[in-house]
């Protein structure tokens, strides 16, 4: 199982390391094949932005816990916190074994908001694993971020990490 170690790292790193890696629960399991990184008040597109709210409390929390928001009302979206407390920075979850799209994602492992601030463990029913996956440099593809238009000159930086299949 990934360790909060492993989280306590800049959030483009981190998300370029989950790649390969298992997310585990309960309901079912698979490897990680897509992510977007969020990293601080200065990213436009990232939460943090806003400083502390209600919501994103979670988000300036410690490392390897979950940040789960909903988002348009129907979809919750799965993240793991990076870095180091007091720092918004959070990967989110994009794509698992055939599951495409982060909505997809926490609809079919019934994730939801009840997640959101729990250390990323068995305690809590979902947590990653490092199952010896190894993904090299050219297999990874990095894109701009989806759906963050709003987001100005960062809706264009390539904060997105797909594993080539």
Not at 49 to 67: A, D, I, N, Q, S
Request: hydrophobic fraction near 40%.
């Amino acid at each position: 199982m990934l360790q909060s170690t492993f989280f306590a790292r800049p959030v483009l790193l981190v998300a370029q390391d989950l790649l390969g890696k298992y997310l585990v629960s309960p309901r079912g399991e698979g490897m990680i094949t897509e992510v977007e990184a969020y990293d601080g008040p200065e990213d436009k597109a990232c939460h943090g932005r806003f400083g502390l709210t209600e919501r994103t409390v979670p988000m300036f929390g410690p490392p390897g816990h979950w940040y789960v928001y909903l988002v348009y009302g129907m979809y919750w979206m799965l993240n793991i916190v990076t870095d180091r407390e007091g720092y918004p920075s959070a990967v989110l979850i994009r794509g698992v074994g055939e599951w495409n799209g982060p909505g997809k994602v926490t609809n079919v492992l019934d994730i939801d908001g009840s997640l959101s601030g729990k250390k990323a463990d068995r305690t809590a029913g979902l947590w990653m694993e490092d199952r010896g996956v190894q993904v090299l440099a050219s297999q990874i593809r990095r894109t701009p971020r989806v759906g963050i238009g709003y987001a100005g000159e960062w809706k264009d930086v390539p904060y997105r990490f797909v594993l080539a299949q």
